[in-house]
C-alpha cells in the first residue's frame, strides 16, 4: 500500500492551485474588482468600495464555493463508478445516473402541478428538487446494478446505460412538450448548469449533501482498493461485495443527484477529472486519489466558471458547454502525450 505522506508536496501544489483558482475566480466577473483588493476584503479589511464587498461576499464567495462544491463531487462520483465497474468509460452520465438526476428534476418542475403550492417556497423546493434528483439517479443506477448481475459484459452494461439514458431523455422530451412555456423556459435554464444564483439554504444543503457522499466514499476505501483487482480477490479480502456495491451506488446517486439538482447536468466533469488524476498521479491507491480527484475537480470547475464570465458583461455562458469545450482537449493530448490509459 502506497503512504500518501509520498505525495505531500503534489498536494501542497494542488491546495496552493485551488486557492489561487479561487482568487482568480472571486476577482471576475461583469465588475472588475483588483486583485488587492480582494485579498483585503477576504482578510476582513475593507476594498476601496463598499459594493466591492457586498459583490465579493454576497455573490462570488458562495459561487467560487459551490464550484469547488461540484467540481469535487462530480469527480468523486466519476472515479467511484470507474473503479466499480473497472472501466475507463464510466461515470455518472455514461451509466445515466445523471440522465436520472434530470428526469427526476423535470417531473418536478414540468410533470406536476399538484406540488405548485409546496414548492413555492423557496428552501422547501429546493428540498424537493433534491430529492427528485437524488431518487431519480438513485433509482436509474440501482436498475443499472440490477442488470449488472446477470450481464457479465461490462461493455453490453455501458450499453444499456445509455439506453437508460435515451429512455429519460424521451421521458423529459415529452414532459417538455406539454409543459408551459414558464416551465419549460426554468428547466432549460436549469440544464445549462450554473454554479451562481445559490442561496445560504441551497449552499448549505448542497454542501450536507457532498460531504455524505465523500464520508461514504472514505468508508469504501478498502473496497473500492480490492474492486480494482476483481470481485474473487475482494471476496478473498472479506469485503461484503452486495454491502460495498450499495454503499458506493448510494454515494455516488446521492453526489450526482444532489450536484445534477442544484448545479444542472454538468458534464465531462466526473468522466476525465479521474482520468486527469491518474495520468499525473500514477496511482490506484483510493486513499490519494479521492483527496485528489475532488481537489482537481475544484480547480477545473473554478477555471471554467472563470472562463464563463465574460469581461465586463452582466452575460455568463453555460458552464456545462465551457467544462467540455476547456477539458476535452486538455484530455486529448493527455492521453496522446502518454500513449496509454491507466486503468
Known amino acids: 500500500m502506497e503512504n500518501p505522506r509520498s505525495y505531500r508536496f503534489s498536494f501542497v501544489l494542488l491546495a496552493l492551485a485551488l486557492l489561487l483558482s479561487c482568487l482568480l475566480n472571486i476577482s471576475s466577473g461583469s465588475v472588475s474588482i483588483p486583485f488587492a483588493d480582494v485579498i483585503s476584503s477576504l482578510l476582513g479589511k475593507n476594498?476601496?468600495?463598499a459594493t466591492w464587498d457586498y459583490i465579493i461576499w454576497d455573490y462570488r464567495m458562495p459561487k467560487a464555493f459551490t464550484s469547488i462544491l461540484v467540481g469535487g463531487g462530480l469527480s468523486?462520483?466519476?472515479?467511484?463508478?470507474?473503479?466499480l465497474f473497472r472501466n475507463p468509460l464510466a461515470g455518472p452520465f455514461v451509466l445515466g445516473i445523471s440522465s436520472g438526476a434530470s428526469l427526476g428534476a423535470a417531473l418536478l418542475l414540468m410533470g406536476t402541478s399538484m406540488l405548485a403550492g409546496f414548492t413555492s417556497f423557496s428552501f422547501?423546493?429546493?428540498?424537493?428538487l433534491a430529492i427528485a434528483a437524488s431518487i431519480g439517479s438513485f433509482l436509474v443506477l440501482a436498475v443499472v446494478m440490477i442488470v449488472a448481475q446477470r450481464v457479465k459484459d461490462t461493455m453490453a452494461l455501458l450499453i444499456i446505460g445509455l439506453m437508460f439514458g435515451s429512455i429519460t431523455s424521451a421521458i423529459v422530451s415529452i414532459l417538455a412538450y406539454f409543459s408551459s412555456a414558464e416551465s419549460l423556459q426554468r428547466f432549460i435554464f436549469w440544464s445549462f448548469g450554473s454554479v451562481?444564483?445559490?442561496?445560504?439554504d441551497q449552499l448549505l444543503l448542497?454542501?450536507?449533501i457532498v460531504v455524505i457522499g465523500i464520508l461514504l466514499s472514505i468508508v469504501s476505501i478498502k473496497s473500492l482498493n480490492a474492486f480494482l483487482l476483481g470481485e474473487n480477490y475482494a471476496r478473498s479480502l472479506g469485503v461484503s461485495l452486495k454491502k460495498s456495491r450499495l454503499t458506493i451506488i448510494i454515494a455516488t446517486g446521492l453526489l450526482a443527484g444532489g450536484i445534477t439538482a442544484f448545479a444542472g447536468p454538468i458534464?465531462?466533469?466526473?468522466?476525465?477529472?479521474?482520468?486527469l488524476t491518474r495520468q499525473i498521479f500514477d496511482t490506484m491507491e483510493h486513499k490519494i486519489l479521492i483527496p485528489a480527484v475532488m481537489l482537481y475537480g475544484g480547480i477545473l470547475m473554478l477555471l471554467c466558471d472563470t472562463l464563463?464570465?465574460?469581461?465586463?458583461?452582466?452575460?455568463?455562458?453555460p458552464?456545462?458547454?465551457?467544462t467540455s469545450l476547456v477539458g476535452a482537449p486538455v484530455v486529448i493530448w493527455l492521453l496522446v502525450r502518454k500513449r496509454k490509459m491507466m486503468f
Open 47 to 49: 476594498a476601496q468600495l
Open 124 to 128: 422547501i423546493g429546493d428540498v424537493s
Open 196 to 200: 451562481g444564483n445559490l442561496s445560504t
Open 206 to 208: 448542497l454542501a450536507a
Open 267 to 275: 458534464a465531462f466533469v466526473g468522466l476525465a477529472v479521474p482520468h
Open 76 to 83: 468523486l462520483s466519476g472515479l467511484l463508478m470507474q473503479t
Open 319 to 322: 458552464i456545462n458547454a465551457i
Open 308 to 317: 464563463a464570465q465574460l469581461p465586463n458583461s452582466a452575460s455568463v455562458l
